[in-house]
């Protein structure tokens, strides 16, 4: 019987999906989250969120092979057109096929959760090296705009490197915040951020990493298809290197001339 399962949108919530399909011998032909609930033609049932049956099939996935719950995992993080439906073919085979299954590259089962998950892979690496800080009197504050759900991969590496700063990185695409401070860290939904001026010190460190960024280049070689091969322009919205003028003015500074606010009228942005 086919039916439409909506849940909570966590990995929790879907790993009960997962339980649940078993339990009610039902192979679901959609998976809903409740930000994306949408009309169909099949019956659709409200799938709980129970810690205890998550567990179950997150353990049931480890016990066949490590690195498949790994996949799942990580699958879950992609962005991926319809990844829950993904993720469950894939672990409907492996609880048919077993071990041998991770060996099935071809598969398609398994080719478009790699896929995923290697475009995951690649996003957090490139953005190790993209993301810039800003200083707000002992504050560092960063944004991404990543595709994929990236910060929980990020994490480890940022807060490793910076165990002792206090830090904000915002996600703009999923409104969530990774927020750091020397022995704690939490990732937590944001709706809204907007960073605040920067102070002079700030706003002349931001102009001497766009000096160096300008300087380093060999003019007689400049090449834009390269530059955009290594550093994709999508990512430029976030990098202090590619920013207009405004970006490197003090909160003291005078306007740029035709400008008259520095925000829209009427907004109340979340400082930092």
């Not at 766009?210 to 550093?231: A, G, L, V, W």
Request: proline share 7%; with cysteine; hydrophobic share 35%.
């Amino acid at each position: 019987m086919e039916v439409i399962y909506r849940y909570d949108g966590t990995f929790e919530g879907f790993l009960c999906c997962v339980f649940d399909s078993y339990v009610n011998r039902e192979y679901p032909s959609q998976f809903q989250d409740e930000a994306h609930i949408e009309n169909s033609f099949f019956p659709a049932r409200w799938v709980g969120t129970d810690l205890r049956h998550a567990q179950r099939v997150l353990v049931s996935l480890g016990k066949i092979d490590p690195y498949a719950r790994e996949l799942v995992v990580r699958g879950f993080l992609t962005c991926a057109p319809d990844k829950e439906k993904m993720i469950y073919r894939f672990i409907r085979s492996l609880y048919v096929v077993g071990r041998p299954l991770l060996r099935r590259l071809s598969d398609e089962a398994v080719l478009p959760l790699l896929k995923a998950v290697r475009h995951l892979d690649g996003e957090v690496h490139l953005l190790k090296g993209f993301v810039r800080f800003s200083d707000f009197e002992g504050t560092l504050a960063g944004e991404i705009k990543p595709k994929n759900r990236v910060l929980p991969l990020l994490r480890p590496h940022f807060c490793d490197r910076m165990y002792n700063e206090v830090f904000l990185l915002y996600d703009r695409t999923h409104r969530e915040a990774l927020v750091h401070k020397p022995g704690q860290w939490v990732i937590l939904p944001l709706e809204e951020f907007k960073m605040a001026a920067p102070s002079a010190q700030e706003a002349q460190y931001r102009r001497l990493w766009k000096r160096f960024y300008d300087t380093i280049e060999i003019k007689e070689r400049h090449n834009p298809r390269k530059q955009m091969s290594s550093m994709p322009k999508r990512y430029w919205e976030t990098m202090t290197e590619f920013q207009d003028e405004d970006y490197f003015l003090a909160g003291s500074d005078p306007l740029p001339e035709g400008k008259t606010e520095r925000l829209p009228e009427g907004s109340r942005p979340q400082e930092v």
